[in-house]
């Protein structure tokens, strides 16, 4: 059974801070996803990566990927208050060769503060 | 390019009644997926559609049905309503073409509630 970790699943940060947050999957998986939540809203695609070593950037965002080591980091840099929101990670199932639907990590919700 | 629609936004039902949610996918999409977000459990898998034919259902029972429409439009169904469906449903829609990202892009969602 696949599964994702978060962590940490709260994080309060101060504005111009720096931090990462962590997923964790058990097992192999040729795509992984960050999405973002805002309250009462729906998701938000944040960075699909693809292959090991893959790193993508966005803004004050960076999200990378080892795949050996079955681990994504989203790395904020210089954090504002606009970043507050819950973030995802999500692996795809591979259901008989084609992608099949996301297992979800249980999110990290992000509050930023001045 | 119009994005994945849900309808209705909001639903207030109450316990034993049927629920009925929609979906519209992005235009060239053929894959449609729904979620449910409760309070607490965090997102789980229900349902994947693809050319019509259910592909794949999560460890829901099976009060939650659904179909796919021939214009890949969805429906999900929810029989016997019970307090804890109360929850966010999202329906997400991806394209099949072969290679590229494959991403799951997501709807506004349908609050429901249960009384």
């Known amino acids: 059974e696949l599964k994702v970790e978060q962590n940490p699943l709260f994080l309060s940060m101060q504005e111009g801070k720096n931090y990462t947050i962590y997923c964790n999957y058990s097992?192999?998986?040729?795509?992984l996803y960050w999405y973002r939540q805002d309250p009462g809203k729906s998701l938000e695609s944040l960075f699909v990566?693809?292959?090991?070593?893959a790193v993508k950037q966005e803004g004050r965002l960076m999200a990378s990927l080892d795949t050996k080591a079955r681990l994504s980091t989203l790395h904020i840099t210089a954090a504002v208050h606009d970043l507050s929101a819950t973030y995802f990670c999500?692996?795809?199932?591979?259901?008989?060769?084609?992608?099949?639907?996301?297992?979800f990590g249980k999110g990290t919700k992000l509050s930023v503060k001045p | 390019e119009a994005g994945v629609t849900q309808s209705p936004t909001h639903l207030i039902k109450t316990r034993g009644q049927q629920a009925t949610l929609r979906c519209s996918p992005i235009?060239?999409?053929?894959?449609v997926y729904w979620y449910q977000q409760a309070l607490g459990l965090g997102l789980q898998f229900l349902l994947w559609?693809?050319?019509?034919?259910?592909?794949n259902r999560g460890n829901f029972p099976p009060r939650f049905s659904g179909r796919q429409f021939p214009n890949y439009s969805s429906e999900l169904n929810v029989n016997a309503l019970e307090l804890e469906d109360s929850a966010l449903y999202l329906c997400?829609?991806?394209?099949?073409?072969?290679?590229?990202?494959?991403?799951?892009?997501f709807g506004p969602g349908t609050r429901l509630l249960v009384l």
């Open positions: 997400a829609s991806r394209t099949l073409l072969a290679g590229g990202e494959k991403t799951q892009y």
């Open positions: 097992t192999t998986s040729d795509r």
């Open positions: 990566l693809l292959s090991n070593g």
């Open positions: 999500a692996v795809a199932l591979n259901y008989g060769g084609s992608q099949g639907n996301l297992i």
């Open positions: 235009s060239g999409h053929t894959s």
């Open positions: 559609y693809d050319e019509g034919e259910e592909r």
